[in-house]
């Protein structure tokens, strides 16, 4: 199974496996939403925590994304509705007093970090980078990055993340209030956390609980130096589209402040330019075959095998 619900006492542990990077492809999100749902309904569970083993997640399978283009907005948005109903119900997990512990190795990029968000609480190892790379692609975040982001860091703090779509270190993570703790051995922090905390004294140490996030917490004030930088973005409609995002849903719930998000999402995935910055992307990282269509099945996993490939090599040569 790609995502697994073990028990170690009071411990629900979820881990993704999809090896080298953890993507969530639409398998990948319905085995997760299913097992979260396990977590919820086991009486005898006390404390979640989602994991990744080696590598956290480096985000959703752009492939699956450029599917959407030209399936028409009922469609799109029935589909990252349904991609939201993970963060969701994970999220659920800790209002209903089952607080989720999400341990980060190596990577937390775009859904991956919003899954990790939707978290209560985050144990990251030094090595980790973080980072919401939507605009580089031409699309915006869909789960939930425009929404919690904010709300998690404050507003003056998101928006290298969301119009840059640069990578963060995860000493910056910490700095800005995106992970909770750093250590090098998150499994082995973990069990002292859950030994020595009950769910309500982890909920109580939680950023993400402290901070109301179904209201907003923060004034959603945009200066024109960020207008300047959306509209100066190599996708200044995309870019545009995520300060709308940001201003509209901090004025309101973040139930309705993740509507939004959606129907921007359906709206910003059949611009023509979101078609080619998606190309463009698949065809940089080999994911696309010579008749211009992206990967599949095996070849789609070679092509990130590959691309794992390259990192350490380029990592073990500096």
Not at 145 to 153: F, K, N, Y
Not at 199 to 204: D, F, Q, R, T, V
Not at 209 to 219: E, L, Q
Not at 231 to 254: C, D, F, H, M, W
């Amino acid at each position: 199974m790609p995502v697994t619900l073990s028990r170690s006492g009071s411990l629900g542990i979820i881990k993704i496996s999809n090896p080298p990077w953890n993507i969530l492809s639409k398998e990948i999100f319905l085995s997760l939403l299913d097992r979260a749902k396990e977590a919820r309904d086991d009486s005898n569970i006390k404390i979640v925590v989602l994991t990744g083993g080696s590598v956290f997640s480096a985000g959703a399978d752009v492939t699956e994304i450029y599917s959407l283009v030209n399936q028409g907005p009922e469609k799109v948005r029935e589909l990252i509705a349904k991609a939201n109903e993970v963060a969701d119900t994970i999220e659920s997990l800790g209002n209903a007093g089952k607080p989720v512990i999400a341990t980060i190795r190596r990577a937390c990029l775009g859904g991956g970090n919003e899954i990790a968000m939707a978290c209560n609480y985050r144990i990251a190892t030094p090595d980790t980078m973080f980072g919401q790379p939507e605009i580089k692609l031409g699309i915006i975040p869909g789960m939930g990055g425009t929404q919690r982001l904010p709300r998690l860091v404050e507003v003056a703090n998101c928006w290298d993340l969301l119009l840059g779509g640069g990578l963060i270190s995860a000493q910056e993570a910490k700095k800005i209030g995106l992970v909770d703790e750093l250590v090098d051995d998150p499994a082995l922090r973990l069990k002292d956390l859950a030994a020595k905390n009950s769910p309500g004294e982890i909920l109580a140490k939680s950023r993400s609980h402290k901070a109301n996030r179904y209201y907003p917490t923060m004034s959603p004030y945009i200066s024109q130096a960020i207008v300047d930088r959306a509209k100066s973005n190599p996708y200044p409609r995309a870019a545009g589209a995520i300060l709308e995002a940001v201003q509209k849903g901090l004025l309101t719930t973040l139930p309705m402040g993740l509507k939004i998000e959606q129907e921007l999402f359906a709206e910003v995935i059949s611009w023509p330019e979101t078609k080619a910055g998606l190309e463009k992307f698949l065809q940089k990282k080999g994911m696309m075959n010579k008749q211009g269509k992206p990967m599949t099945g095996w070849r789609l996993k070679l092509a990130h095998y590959l691309m794992a490939l390259k990192m350490w090599w380029r990592k073990r040569k500096k």
